[in-house]
């Protein structure tokens, strides 16, 4: 007699036992995939904030190539001392975001630095130049910057939206 009352305690105890590892299972499962979820909007808005972190460093180098020619003194100053005068570049952010967290535009990035290097060379050896498409080494370097932009913005409507 025993062994029939204890039949159904057993087996009432066998489920309670089940649904609660099923219920732990489920609410287990549901947490890593929220936590999956939230680590991957936080790593798209980190991308999102980085892209714009990078788009304003182009637009500060562009600048402070446009100011760079206030800053250089024709015939006495050599690249070196010419650019000593001067805060850092932002080219070697616009790089390190790249690297990082951009490496697919790593490269555009490293041919829009070439191209910006010849511009700067430019003008420290020959001064002043027209902002305009007649001076040739502005020109590459306006198109470059054009190229880049549209680069960005084509990456954040695929990436980020």
Not at 71 to 100: H, Q, W, Y
Request: proline letters at 5%.
């Amino acid at each position: 007699m025993a062994d029939s009352s204890l039949m159904p305690a057993l087996i009432g105890l066998a489920g309670t036992v089940a649904g609660t590892i099923m219920g732990f299972g489920g609410g287990l499962l549901t947490q890593l995939a929220l936590e999956h979820r939230r680590q991957a909007d936080a790593r798209r808005t980190k991308k999102k904030e980085k892209l714009e972190e990078l788009a304003c460093e182009l637009y500060a180098h562009e600048y402070w190539v446009y100011t760079l020619p206030n800053n250089v003194e024709r015939g006495k100053d050599d690249i070196f001392t010419a650019l000593a005068k001067l805060p850092p570049a932002p080219i070697s952010k616009m790089l390190a975001i790249s690297n990082v967290y951009f490496p697919e535009l790593q490269e555009h990035i490293k041919i829009f630095s070439k191209q910006s290097a010849a511009h700067i060379h430019f003008i420290v050896r020959n001064g002043q130049q027209p902002f305009d498409a007649s001076n040739k080494p502005f020109a590459q370097h306006i198109e470059a910057i054009k190229q880049l932009e549209d680069l960005i913005r084509s990456y954040a409507k695929r990436e980020l939206q």
